[in-house]
């Protein structure tokens, strides 16, 4: 079976709702510059509809689309690798600012201890922390960053500190 030719359809569509449809989108993304391309989308959608004369509310239906649209996004935006490799972070900070050998010695110690914690935790949950401490980044800036919420971020941040915590703990105990 094609596809039905609902072109005409669709243009009627996107003349009267699509401004409607790009500020539903444009409140919905992280990012605006996704609007046009998933905007495109819902209405390659709305030309792929069957028995489009049964529609009572062309509204409705496009918007309820685009939520289609919208959750698939994101399920493939949250399956994308984060933008930020701790590993790249790393060596930066191998360099000590000061010159002198026990604190060089002390300083290369905390980063591999650091790096040792950090394996255990998940990629996103250790960037959230090295993005926070490391290069000073706000809650919200760290979920802009990682593509998740600012509650999500804050999250991500207590649960590094708790894992980092719980070591310390851990390691304190085995010492004495």
């Known amino acids: 079976m094609g ?81 930020v490799d701790i590993r790249e972070v790393f060596p930066e900070l191998r360099t000590p600012s000061c010159d002198d050998p026990p604190d060089q010695v002390a300083h290369a110690q905390r980063l591999d201890e650091l790096e040792r914690i950090l394996a255990h935790l998940p990629t996103r949950v250790a960037t959230a922390l090295v993005l926070h401490r490391i290069e000073g980044y706000s809650v919200q800036e760290i979920g802009e960053e990682l593509g998740v919420s600012r509650e999500t971020a804050k999250k991500y941040l207590a649960r590094a500190v708790e894992h980092c915590r719980n070591h310390r703990a851990a390691e304190s105990a085995t010492t004495r």
């Open 3 to 83: 596809v039905p030719d609902n072109r005409s359809f669709v243009a009627d569509i996107a003349a009267r709702y699509g401004r409607r449809l790009r500020r539903f989108l444009s409140i919905r993304l992280r990012n605006a510059a996704d609007v046009p391309d998933l905007a495109q989308e819902v209405f390659l959608r709305l030309l792929r509809v069957e028995g489009k004369e049964s529609i009572r509310s062309p509204e409705a239906y496009l918007l309820t689309i685009a939520s289609h649209v919208i959750h698939q996004h994101a399920v493939r935006r949250s399956s994308e690798p984060v933008s």
